[in-house]
């Protein structure tokens, strides 16, 4: 018997796994493909909301929790791996600020570091950036990581304790007097004394076989990969709900679309010409630049975008962390925290109360 189960195996789930095992515990971990190819592997690892003052306070009391330990964490996941996850603190430059007002009192209020550039210093920062905006915020404190090494960093630094099941399923949760006893998975049967859901957009899925589920569905999120050169674009930019992220080789993403297409992951055309048509405009110089790939992912949305981090009502020993939406990296080292505070009871890091399954949103 595991003493601790995990169903899911995105960045959720192995950093869940992550900081069980740190804690001493038995962890199983169960995932129905391969660790780290579902919405953590498609997203983009800007480590930090889009437009953060637009969010409530629970979704960046997690980022700024986050914020603060990922150059550490990335350097151990290094040692420990073998896989560097390229953290690159390379600033956050938002084209299209509206509510400026807004923004700026909110990074005072929180202690953020931000600038107001005018044209010429957005041209200094960004020299391939098409000059027709007349000012942008700045963050300069704003990283981002390489998600699909991320995932590949996480496994190779849990798997000599963490037992890591693959290609297997979970078809049903077992409950017995009101208490879990594990699961039925593709492969048979799991017995486990506590079991964490880290199964994102398939987390509705899964509860609501026992009853009461989660508000989580998917939204589809279509990207585009350039195959450019290293300092042709320099920092991650932000406009009109788009972002650019340039990698540390020169490769460039372009992301993303939000689609309500249920469990759909196919690209279109359609959204592939909307975020070439959005790259080039901002950058011309990848007009002359050949698209690598183009993908989608799968995220877990959920109402106000506050993930369920919570014990399941009525059910002993299960436990949910879900529903993180587009915010799964960022967010991700405090969930884990806080979902393994939760399931070890030790004292929280953060206040519980917003991340519960009946939570006011």
């Known amino acids: 018997m595991s003493d601790i189960l995990i169903i899911g195996g995105g960045v959720i789930g192995l950093m869940t796994a992550y900081e069980l095992d740190a804690a001493g515990a038995k962890v199983t971990l169960v995932e129905m493909g391969d660790t780290g190819r579902q919405s953590s592997w498609a997203g983009g690892g800007i480590l930090s ?36 996850p390229e953290y690159n603190r390379c600033g956050l430059m938002i084209l299209d600020v509206v509510d400026e007002d807004a923004a700026l009192a909110w990074a005072e209020a929180q202690g953020v570091a ?26 300069p404190e704003i990283g981002q990581v390489r998600n699909p090494r991320l995932t590949r960093a996480l496994r190779g630094a849990i798997v000599k304790r963490v037992r890591v099941r693959e290609e297997e399923e979970v078809l049903e949760l077992r409950v017995s007097d009101g208490r879990i006893t594990g699961v039925r998975t593709t492969a048979g049967e799991i017995a486990a004394e506590q079991v964490i859901v880290c199964t994102g957009a398939w987390t509705a899925q899964l509860l609501e076989k026992i009853g009461r589920k989660p508000q989580i569905q998917p939204v589809r999120g279509q990207m585009i990969l350039f195959y450019a050169k290293p300092g042709q674009i320099r920092h991650v930019n932000l406009y009109r709900d788009r972002y650019v992220i340039p990698r540390k080789d020169g490769r460039v993403l372009i992301g993303s679309t939000i689609e309500e297409a249920g469990f759909d992951k196919r690209t279109t055309a359609e959204a592939k010409e909307e975020l070439y048509r959005i790259a080039v405009e901002l950058f011309p110089l990848l007009k002359r630049t050949p698209i690598e790939d183009h993908w989608a ?30 915010n799964g990296l960022v967010t991700g080292p405090a969930s884990a925290r806080l979902a393994a505070d939760l399931v070890l009871g030790r004292e929280p890091i953060l206040p519980v109360s917003a991340y519960a399954l009946d939570a006011r949103r």
């Open 49 to 84: 909301p889009l437009y953060p003052w637009r969010y409530g306070g629970a979704v960046n009391a997690l980022a700024a929790w986050s914020q603060a330990v990922y150059p550490e964490f990335c350097t151990r996941l290094f040692e420990e791996s073998g896989v560097d």
């Open 114 to 139: 931000v600038e107001v550039l005018d044209r010429a210093a957005m041209e200094e920062k960004e020299p391939a950036l098409e000059p027709r905006l007349e000012r942008a915020l700045w963050l």
């Open 297 to 326: 992912g799968l995220r877990p949305g959920s109402p106000s975008d506050i993930p369920y981090i919570c014990p399941y009502p009525g059910v002993e020993g299960l436990f949910i962390n879900a529903g993180h939406f587009r």
